[in-house]
């Protein structure tokens, strides 16, 4: 029989039992929402955690230092480098050729210093961070007080709220005034203007430059924005300071660092080098190859990978586990279609041996049991996705609503993609059919003379 | 004139059933000899075998033993498959409870054989509509078996029996559950068909005066076995 009239023909004798069958229908129904709520809540929960986790900086980006770096806050192990064949300093050259590697989005140093704000008579010291570009995607700003920067050029400042608080008691009033930053400036000395260099020429010889000096200066930054928790910390994050500018705007400032008397020391003050920089990738999984395009390079990385596959395999059993208890009901449904089946040849024996008197193959009487399993499953399938999506809706709506009653902001725990609403009616007619497998032989099986004589 | 070929032969057969320690034999040794274009009457008592031999000639059981030859092929050497196509292609059956799926309307039981076929959707239409208003049923196609009377349901399932073109039309008791007004319109027709479509039919009765009025000629079985054959007048 062709697939078209096996396919009528079973729709038709579902109909005909329309109770029993929907029944039936209902129980996969049922089955496959469990299924479907419960593994949407699997990957919901994943897409929020790897969302908020790519957002921090901590799996998208890859540390780099100079092979010759003194940082004191190298960890031992933590680390890995390539083979010493040449130490490279970390400059503006090797940003622009970090910055052109593929996959790679952008190449950022962390300038961060302490500094002395001035604002309305009062003068606290305190941490100030540039921010680039991606900062304003990672959500770290999002339900903030005010605006994010207007360009990575603007001077302009966004405050953390406890700062805030020193300022004034309304925090929501700073939005749109003015504050001062005293700032230690570096300032590169030609060879004439080095003054005392000469005794360090003596010391390391002719090629010496000339130095640095430190200057004081002041900046007049308008607050933008105030933020009430403190931004994701990470590698490269942006944790820990109380004032932030937008990153070309901080170093554009020169303020004087650490690694100011490292430049020095390698040779060229004029050209600034920098401690460390932040590469962040298109995407977590890229990092193992710009990690080893930049020890190529010369340069040690660090980069949280290995925290990337845990989260990974957490995730991945989690979601095995999801599915096996959604299953449980799947298989407690597929329980009800061998009974629906196993009841319908009782009662469809006569009709049986009537199709087989008419030349129906075992095949053609085993595939219309099948084709009716098959679309009790596809039935269920659908209404059991859309059943769990709405159970998810609900997950999520209920998440928020009490949330909300926290003080926090709102989540989608709950996602259905295609593949998952796709996979479980596929899921859903697999098995259903391995329900029919036995109703259907059994139906096939029949001697047609006997079903005949069945009343 | 001339003899019409042998169209189904069977020799010596037999069909057993065991029941618990016990073997009956529902047919014990017949061996019949039918021709192309023959209106053939299986008479008997109840019990007597008649229906077992027809199911066997129809393709429906396996003899025990013996053969049956039909248009050169031994049905008991067929397998499952080629003894459901035999059934498809070559049969066409007519039972004494009509056996029309209640589900379907009398039009939809009339298309069955065809989709069982594989039959292109536009020919079935024209195919049913010919077969239904061969048996005077055009106007009730639409209607479930249930809204039929008995002789409306056993000339739809003759229609269904015919719309595959069979060459061998097989009848159980076609009028067994019929008043005899019906009965012998269902017998007319199996007549018509078998002067203008040429088919052969073997029909299993216990009626005799009908046998005799309607088959060109008469086999008698008793306990399994065959014990007359005869032309009719």
Known sequence: MKARDLTELAVRNLREAVLRNSLTTLGVAVGVASLVAMLSLGVGLQALASQRLTRSGLFDAVFVTSQRDFRGARRPGSETSAPK?????????????????????????????????????????????????????????????????????????????????????????????????????????????????????????????????????????????????????GIGGFGGARVFLPLETAEHLHVAQPDD????????????????????????????????????????????????????LVFTVFDLFLGLFGSLALTVASLGIINTLVMAILERRREIGVLKALGATDRDVRSLFFAEAGAMGLFGGMFGVALGWLIGKALTWGTTIYLHRQDLPGVKISYVPWWLALGAIGFAIVVSLIAGLYPAARAARLNPVEALRYE | MSIAPILIQAETVSREYRLGEAVICAVNGVSLTVRRGEFLALLGSSGSGKSTLLNLLAGLDRPTSGAIRVQDRNLSELDAEELARYRRETVGMVFQSFNLLPRMTLEENVELPLRLAEVDRNERESRVGEALERVGL????????????????????????????????????????????????????????????????????????????????????????????????
């Open chain 1, 261 to 312: 008397l490292q430049a020095f020391l390698s040779g060229d003050p004029a050209k600034p080098s920098y401690m460390a920089l932040t590469v962040r990738v298109r995407s977590p999984k890229d990092v193992p190859q710009v990690e080893a395009a930049i020890k190529q390079l010369g340069f040690s990385t660090f980069s949280l990978l290995d925290a990337t596959k845990s989260l990974r």
């Open chain 2, 138 to 233: 055009g106007p009730r196609r639409q209607h479930r078996p249930s809204e039929l009377s008995g002789g409306e349901q056993q000339r739809g399932a003759l229609a269904r029996a015919l719309v595959n073109r069979p060459t061998i039309l097989f009848a159980d008791e076609p009028t067994g559950n019929l008043d005899s007004v019906n009965g012998e319109q269902i017998l007319l027709l199996l007549r018509e068909v078998q002067n203008f479509l040429g088919m052969t039919i073997i029909m299993v009765t216990h009626e005799k005066p009908l046998a005799e009025r309607f088959a060109n000629r008469i086999a008698v079985l008793s306990d399994g076995r065959l014990v007359s054959e005869g032309e009719t007048k």
């Open chain 1, 85 to 233: 064949k040449e130490a490279r300093v970390l400059d503006e050259d090797a940003r622009q050729q970090l910055a052109k590697l593929a996959n790679v989005t952008e190449v950022y140093p962390q300038v961060r210093f302490i500094t002395e704000v001035r604002y309305g008579g009062k003068s606290p010291t305190t941490s100030v961070l540039g921010l680039p570009d991606s900062s304003k995607g990672s959500g770290a700003f999002e339900g903030m007080t005010g605006s994010y920067f207007s360009s990575q050029i603007a001077d302009e400042a966004i405050l953390q709220i406890e700062f805030a608080k020193e300022l004034t008691d309304q925090p929501a009033t700073l939005i749109g005034k003015e504050l001062v930053l005293r700032y230690a400036e570096r300032a590169a000395l030609s060879k004439e203007s080095g003054g005392n260099g000469s005794f360090l020429e003596g010391m390391m010889g002719a090629s010496m430059p000339g130095g640095i000096s430190i200057v004081p200066r002041e900046k007049t930054l308008r607050i933008v924005g105030v933020i009430e928790s403190d931004p994701s910390a």
